[in-house]
């Protein structure tokens, strides 16, 4: 922007100066439909943590051996049942991704558990 012999702003490089900013285009991540279909079967299954039915969410596991990274979730079929946050209820899912009532170790075991007991179920209900 210039000011002129006055001092004050020029309308033109006022005009200029209010460009609008750029936008960022967010890129939206496409998930194949055979995974959404296997997140819909696991989701369907009871929690594997409590047993409660028609709250569970499909849990990825949060195992290196698994597929977790920094960014990155693990693989589609290291995914479990675990029932989300109700009203005055922390459900299982969060109580597992922050290990509360354990330590790293114990969740993983608990990951073990849960992934032979959730294919146990899924190929009992092909």
């Known amino acids: 922007m210039t000011r002129g012999l006055t001092g004050l702003l020029s309308l033109t490089s006022f005009q200029r100066s209010k460009k609008p900013p750029k936008r960022i285009k967010s890129r939206q991540k496409v998930v194949p439909t055979i995974e959404k279909a296997h997140y819909r079967r696991v989701a369907g299954l009871p929690c594997a943590c409590c047993g409660i039915e028609g709250f569970s969410q499909a849990a990825h596991s949060n195992r290196h051996q698994d597929g977790k990274g ?18 005055g209820v922390v459900g299982c899912h969060t109580k597992h991704d922050q290990c509360i009532g354990g ?3 114990e969740m993983d075991r608990r990951s073990i558990i849960y992934f032979a007991h959730t294919k146990q179920q899924l190929e009992v209900t092909q």
């Not at 693990?74 to 109700?86: G, S, V």
């Open 70 to 87: 920094a960014g990155l979730k693990a693989h589609y079929l290291a995914t479990f049942p675990l029932c989300c946050d109700r009203p």
């Open 103 to 105: 330590d790293r170790a």
